[in-house]
């Protein structure tokens, strides 16, 4: 009986420590997100919305990018945005990306109840375009 | 016997002068090391063939990887704000892999301002969309 007991009781303990370990994420091998080789590198991340007091809603976004076929070139940008009522909602931004200028904050100031909009064109320098469209 | 010895001089020299020309470069400007960012370098220099390895320390939840559509890029992604160094093995044309080191690689959390990396608002323009 005591020795069933004490196996019992090793298989418990063993199983429990086995059950201890850390458990890793490893979704980050998904993070790289392009399809097909890409011309170029972007991100863009929402960094704030807040309400003023006339009940509009203050975007802030933080846009990096990037020409993939040569890290040292620069690239030409423009930022749209649109709600589903108007267009042009905010002014477009935009101009050419180098060194610092590849990451920079676009900000929009939209009424409270409207989704926002965001069409982002890059133009590489051998002619390479991609427009991309994300909505908030 | 002093043959021998001088070509493994001029080797180990040789090797030495290979590590001195690859460069790393970022596609991006340190203002947009932020976490959770898929973060592009690449590896730049005459003989540089391609990326074997990057590893990571300083920061657990960093990951790398090297692009699958070119192979002398590779990319950092860290879930958490934290410094990071990178250790990485480029294979060359010579004989040998070089080694190079990037350390004190600054992740920020998005969002969170401080006096030397503050980010430049776009130009604005009067486009529709």
Redesign the interface.
Known sequence: MNKKYSLGLFILCLFLFQNCGKFEKIDDINFYSYTEAPDFYYDLKLVSVEIDSYQRQHYIFDLAMSYAHDPEQSITYQVLFSTLDISGVCNGQGGTADDESKNVRLQCLIPIEDKLFLQITLLGPRGEELVQQYSF | MIQYFLVFIICIFSHFALGQEVSV?????E??F?A???L???VQGASVQKVISVITHGNDSC?T?V????NK?F?I?C?EAGSVNLAITVESTDRFDSFVTLNNIRIYN??VEIEERE???????????
């Open positions: 470069v970022s596609h991006y400007p203002t947009a932020v959770k960012r898929m592009p370098f690449t990951s990887m692009d699958p559509y070119y890029i990319h992604f879930r998005l969002g980010v430049p608002f776009a130009e604005e323009s009067e486009e529709p969309f």
